[in-house]
């Protein structure tokens, strides 16, 4: 079954996927239902969001999985977005900068050619599959294929993120194709369909990753994006591997977590966060969270910058945290074995850029300046961008476990940091504490959802530092959530991002 947000069931049962939208929550509890683990699961539902939740994520995008669970060494799989070479010759393009309004906030993105960097959707899809998956590929592909032919209707936050991103869908020919067929961009309930995504999947799930990478799909891109002036190329495209990491290790309150390594940003500073905050108080309230935030974010300085491909960086961070005390997508799923998958995707905003006969929308993880804070096109070629995605997996002595992870750019962090606290600290069901109110800290501002005591901020912060927001919003995250606990599965989607739980 699927619930609209959330749900408990008995251990008994086959397992719980959360993910960012309903279709890909149940295409997850279907190959569960086939007899799939964990990790074909979230296979699936990464596959079907391709196609429900195409401006978040798809086969342009990168990301990471962890996986962990009994007789399972906890690992992560890092397929994320690599740094092209740069071009020096006249054809070359800028950056294009577009506006998103979140209503309260407003943020600038870069997006069209320069901004594409090299996708590790299709490398991690395969390398997970033969890792640790059970079900032939073809067979997790399939239902997310139809889709694409059949065609998606636009759910209300589907529809919300399009229209907050109408400016970046129009900017290009091909992707106005795609998004505003007849002139005017697809509504809630209008559909989003393309033939050439659903023949580019088939492809991946009968090939694998070699067509996108050293094949006619990588000849392809590479061709389009030169042509318009972005550094995209076949080499970059033939040098690309998913690589295989061990998580970051920290102590939270009994529980062990695990989360995203170096050269990712993200898993580090959360574990930096979750130390500062064990240390600060038992029972943090929303404004030492919002001190622990701002701690974190000022770790994030250049030094931070250019350790993060040091050898030892992350423990001796972690250890100094005893001192300093002062439009992605993510699915988590547990099967019945107790294996637990968490991944994160992002394909950034998009880039705009749509490649011919692909239906393959690209990513801008080049020009997002979250990610980018040195300034732009400063990496390495074949550096992977160091993301602030934060797939995590806590566990206890008793076994209990808890796989969770967010979208939302800077704010993932502090959306999972606030995910973690609810439930350890606050006794929180896992529904429960992705529903909860959130804040932010970022930049000298505290962004405050509705619910959030703002009396208990005043006595801390002058009023010019706080921003409220009149309703929820995804600009908060949008936290996926599973966990085994006491002897039972629940699981949680953000209904901040329309996602949803399916138990089974």
Known sequence: MIADSSATIGCERRGVIAAGHPLSAQAGADALREGGNAVDAALAALLVSCVAEPLLTGLGAGGYMLVGGPGVVPEVLDFFVAAPP???????????????????????????????????????????????????????????????????????SQAYVARILSELLRSSSECAALWAPAGALLREGEVFRSEELAQTLLLLGSEGAEPFYRGDIAAAVAAHVEARGGALSRRALAEYQAQLRAPISCRYRGWQAFTNPPPAAGGLLLAYALALLERRCAHPSAADLVVVMEAAQAARDQRFLAGLSEEGFARRLLESAGARLGGTTHVAAIDEAGLACSMTTTNGEGSAVVVPGTGIHLNNIMGETDLNPGGFHRHRPGERVPSMMAPTLLRDAEGQLIALGSAGSNRIRSAILQTISAVVDRGMGVAEAVNAPRVHAEEGLVYCEPGIALGELSATLPAERIVTFRERNLFFGGVQAVALRAGRLEGAGDPRRGGAAVLL
């Open 86 to 156: 740069l071009r020096s010759d006249a054809a070359h393009v800028e950056l294009q900068a577009v506006n998103v309004s979140f209503g309260d906030a407003e943020q600038v993105f870069h997006v069209g050619p320069a901004s594409c960097g090299v996708y590790g959707v299709p490398a991690g899809i395969c390398a997970a599959a033969e890792r640790w998956g059970s079900m032939p590929l073809a067979e997790l592909v399939a239902p997310a294929a139809e889709l694409a032919r059949r065609g998606v209707p636009l759910n209300s």
